[in-house]
């Protein structure tokens, strides 16, 4: 059995529009997947991750690049590698023609499930997933949230090798965020490799083994949770909230004693400081000299998000820049 239970080689995806314009959704990335892990695929809104996805599980063709399933050319092999995976897609896709029950009973039986096991399934996860109700209704009848249950139940229900989610949380309340990833946790430990899409650095930070992060098609860092925090001059940052922002001050701070790095980022000043104990009274004092007053200053430990500030030079939720 192959270590890796999916290879990504110099993929690209160009989208060329109407009027002949070309967008380059993804840029040629490469990473491996391995078996059984928690992968991570963080970047921003656009970033180019429902595009990867849609690549990796046959409903899109690439431009350019190699994919491998278990080994095997998803190319050459798409019915195969289709038997292998399980995709919660961003968009809507259920068949709003069928009842919730139909729609997870007809996708068993796609995946050659018997009845019995199918049936067993199904009652398991329309109870898990707050659906048992209304479950003889038709999906058209059904709310946003109540679709994104559905979709996750019916991409768990022949119990996937590698099961693709893509922001699978969007529209889900606490409660079946909680549910969802108890369901995932309990199919990861049974073998299934779960590969996951998210722009809430707060997840893949919890959930994740490893995490790749992208940016505009473009694959910027790939490692545990750990090791991308490591790339970052310092774990301690330094926020103050001033009573005016000036782009002088990223410069000035630039100079002080213990800065690596500054940053203006959701509205305030940030100072990664490079050592364990920053100079307050220093760096207060400081703030007097500027025409602005300080109205406020923090310490905290860095997080994915000053990872992939540190990378882009913007944050993951939005886009003021450095
Ligand atoms: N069908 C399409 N036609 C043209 N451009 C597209 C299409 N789908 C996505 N894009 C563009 O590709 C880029 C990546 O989009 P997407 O993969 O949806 O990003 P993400 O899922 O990370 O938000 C964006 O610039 C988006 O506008
Ligand atoms: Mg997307």
């Known amino acids: 059995m192959k ?13 060329v529009m109407g009027n002949g314009r070309k967008i380059e959704a993804v840029k040629g990335i490469s990473f491996n997947v391995r078996r059984g892990e928690v992968f991570g695929f963080l970047g921003p809104n656009g970033a180019g991750k429902s595009t990867t996805i849609s690549m990796l599980t046959t409903q899109r063709t690439s431009t350019s690049g190699e994919v491998l399933i278990d080994g095997k050319s998803l190319i050459k092999n798409p019915s195969e590698a289709r038997r292998k995976i399980g995709v919660v897609a961003q968009h809507n896709n259920l068949d709003r023609g069928l009842t919730a029950r139909e729609n997870l009973i007809y996708h068993a039986k796609y995946f050659g499930m018997e009845t019995k096991e199918s049936n067993k ?9 707050g659906l048992s109700d209304r479950q003889h209704d038709y999906v058209r009848s059904y709310s946003g949230g109540m ?21 699978p949380t969007t529209g889900l309340d606490p409660s079946y965020r909680a549910i969802l990833w108890e369901q995932m946790t309990e199919l990861n430990k049974a073998g299934t490799t779960i590969f996951l899409t998210t722009h809430y650095m707060e997840e893949p930070e919890q959930l994740c083994d490893r995490i790749a992060i992208v940016n505009q098609g ?3 860092a790939i490692g545990t949770s750990a090791e991308l925090k490591a790339m970052i001059p ?6 103050m ?10 410069e000035e701070a ?21 050592n364990a104990q920053p100079d307050f009274n220093h760096l207060i004092g400081w703030t007097k000299g500027l025409d602005t007053t300080l109205q406020n200053i923090s310490l905290s430990t860095s997080t994915l998000d000053d990872v992939f500030i540190h990378l882009t030079g913007k944050g993951i939720m939005n886009n003021e820049s450095k």
């Open 3 to 15: 270590n890796n239970i999916l290879e990504v080689k110099d993929l690209k995806k160009t989208f």
């Open 121 to 129: 399934k199904a009652d398991e996860y329309l109870e898990k997933f």
């Open 147 to 167: 679709a994104q249950r559905l979709k996750i139940a019916r991409a768990m229900m022949h119990t996937p090798d590698i099961l693709f989610l893509d922001e």
């Open 218 to 220: 473009e694959l910027k």
């Open 234 to 239: 310092s774990n301690n940052i330094v926020s």
């Open 241 to 250: 909230k001033l009573s005016e922002l000036k782009q002088n001050y990223v």
């Open 254 to 274: 630039k100079k002080l004693p213990g800065v690596e790095k500054a940053v203006i980022q959701n509205g305030l000043l940030q100072l990664y400081m490079n």
